[in-house]
């Protein structure tokens, strides 16, 4: 459906049913157009009226502990972003719970909606299923006249659940309003270490790449003279390797575009690259060295370019910090202090460190 019919579709319905006030239609609607942004994000498809109808009979035993269940084995309910569940007490005193999963299609593995639960300090649990931007007005119109018929029996519970959608479906808007960052919320962990996951690529002496995870002492790696941008080749003298933790890792993603402006077109050159590291690890930036998390959209780094054969200057144009589940991180040590990893030039230690990494 085209974004605006549904949108106006969408209003239309607000306005139909009466025991939302004002202010709730336009949270739901808030709520509706990032719900139109994650579902952009993710491999989704139409959720169809008997999926809906079967989503709202699908139970969660424990939803304390089961984050991941299977139904008629056609269907998995998967917590959402493995957040916690959401508690809300409202001006009467009444604590109320809120979960939400995706509502996954186990055939192509595609989203097809989102389950919310809404627990009453009673234990009384009542669901709702949030379904796709793409999924036919009759099955929105069912929708929204199951949210008020559970308002009716629990109030401001589309206030609740609008509150909740915008925190929870606005996640990648708000990581970009606060340059991709949320520690409050991130469930990874912030240590002191300084390095890479290993399935990062170290540019060798040969020209070849080796994952970081397997590199061992005694390997030629390249390594670049910050201020001549010439490269060397070093040794390895040791490769330094953390336990496994779910450690919070920096996305950074680099661009270098040349355009060529023609009578009848634009011509542009487009390279990428794309790097991952823990949020303190150093790197250098066209402006001086900074930790990997306060590197911000705009910033330069040394990448090299096979087309110039050249280190060139690429911009940062997204950057995105997230849990990356459990896995081991790894630096190199060697007499340089710097090295190329997916073809980015990156540091092995701070500038101003004399000490090998631990």
């Known amino acids: 459906m085209h974004l605006k019919k549904f949108l106006s579709h969408t209003f239309t319905l607000l306005i139909t049913f009466n025991p939302c006030t004002i202010m709730q239609k336009l949270i739901v609607s808030i709520a509706i157009l990032l719900t139109v942004n994650l579902f952009a994000q993710n491999k989704t498809r139409a959720i169809t009226l008997d999926e809906y109808q079967k989503a709202k009979t699908f139970t969660v035993k424990d939803l304390d502990n089961d984050t991941y269940i299977k139904f008629e084995n056609k269907y998995i309910l998967d917590r959402y972003e493995n957040r916690k569940p959401y508690f809300i007490t409202g001006d009467d005193g009444l604590k109320k719970r809120m979960d939400i999963y995706r509502l996954i299609a186990k055939d192509s593995l595609q989203e097809i909606g989102i389950v919310i639960f809404y627990t009453n300090e009673k234990g009384k649990t009542y669901q709702v299923c949030l379904p796709g931007l793409s999924a036919a007005p009759n099955i929105w119109e069912a929708y929204f006249a199951d949210i008020h018929s559970i ?3 629990e109030k401001n519970f589309v206030l609740k659940l609008s509150y909740v959608l915008s925190k929870e ?69 040791s490769l330094s390797i953390h336990e496994a933790k779910n450690y919070a890792i920096t996305h950074l993603q680099l661009m270098l575009a040349t355009a060529n402006r023609l009578a009848d077109k634009t011509e542009v050159l487009l390279s990428t690259r794309e790097i991952n590291a823990t949020p303190n690890h150093p790197v250098l930036t066209a402006n001086g060295e900074k930790k990997a998390g306060e590197i911000k959209e705009g910033d330069e780094l040394l990448c090299y370019n096979p087309v110039a054969n050249a280190y060139l200057p690429y911009t940062v144009w997204q950057t995105e910090e997230y849990p990356a589940g459990i ?22 230690k701070s500038l101003n460190s004399s000490k090998p990494e631990n």
């Open 169 to 237: 479906l606005s996640y990648q808007v708000y990581k970009s309003l606060n340059s991709n960052k949320d520690i409050s919320r991130e469930q990874g962990t912030y240590g002191n270490e300084i390095c890479f996951p290993g399935n990062m690529l170290v540019t060798m002496s040969n020209g070849s790449a080796k994952a970081i995870s397997s590199i061992q002492p005694g390997d030629l790696i390249v390594t670049i003279n910050p201020l001549t941008k010439q490269s060397e080749n070093v040794s390895v003298q």
């Open 327 to 348: 896995q081991k991180v790894y630096n190199i040590n060697t007499d340089s202090k710097t090295l190329m990893l997916n073809g980015v030039m990156m540091l092995q």
């Open 151 to 153: 308002e009716r029996e």
